[in-house]
């Protein structure tokens, strides 16, 4: 059986995210076996989630072991969705909640300096990102903020997904500082780790 983990990055992210790469290289080293996958995700929301819905698509139907997902900000209110539409277990880390709220910060011309690509969101597109709302059941999550988010307001989450396994930790900012001590958890919470069985 191959198991595979999903990292979804934020918006106006990459791959080369710093908890991409931290996660990758533990997957590396400790779980070579395990189908990594990082997505250079669109930065438009419709688009970035078409490439995640079929990339999960594509997994389960090639493959016969397990999938988890990791999301970060953006990619946490990806991974919901997709958890939810494939009943799949995620972990959140800093997730955005009901983005399409913050329509007004949104809209306009953005760059993103990881890929230098200059593009613009619409009205159509904060749409899509309600039309994504889904809501959580528990059993599924883990969800991981910090309290000195200086992007989100962590106690938005905390609301979001009351019930589910969570970790509030104080200090720290959106980045989610020392994200590498909870990689091992990561994967037994996920079901990827032989102590998860």
């Known amino acids: 059986m191959t198991a595979g983990l999903i990292y979804i990055h934020g918006f106006i992210s990459s791959p080369q995210s710093h ?7 533990y997957v590396a080293k400790h779980h070579p076996d395990i189908h990594y996958m990082v997505p250079s995700l ?6 970035a989630f078409r490439q995640l819905d079929q990339l999960v698509q594509n997994f389960l139907q090639e493959k016969t072991g397990p999938l988890g997902l990791v999301g970060s900000s953006m990619g946490g209110f990806f991974a919901t969705a997709l958890a939810e539409r494939y009943r799949l ?43 994504l709302v889904v809501k959580p059941e528990a059993g599924r999550y883990w969800l991981m903020v910090q309290e ?9 989450a905390v609301e979001f997904y009351s019930g589910v396994q969570m970790t509030v930790e104080p200090g720290g ?4 500082q ?20």
Do not use: W
């Open 89 to 131: 277990p995620a972990v959140l880390v800093n997730p955005a909640v009901q983005p399409h709220t913050f329509g007004e910060h949104f809209i306009g011309a953005h760059h993103n300096p990881y890929t230098g690509v200059d593009f613009k969101l619409e009205q159509a597109d904060i749409d899509v990102l309600q039309s």
């Open 19 to 25: 908890k991409a790469q931290l996660l990758c290289r």
């Open 42 to 47: 669109s930065n438009q929301p419709a688009a």
């Open 148 to 156: 000195q988010d200086e992007t989100l307001n962590y106690r938005d």
């Open 178 to 197: 020392h994200f590498d001590r909870h990689l091992a958890a990561i994967m037994a919470f996920l079901h990827l780790s032989p102590s998860a069985d």
């Open 173 to 176: 900012d959106h980045s989610f």
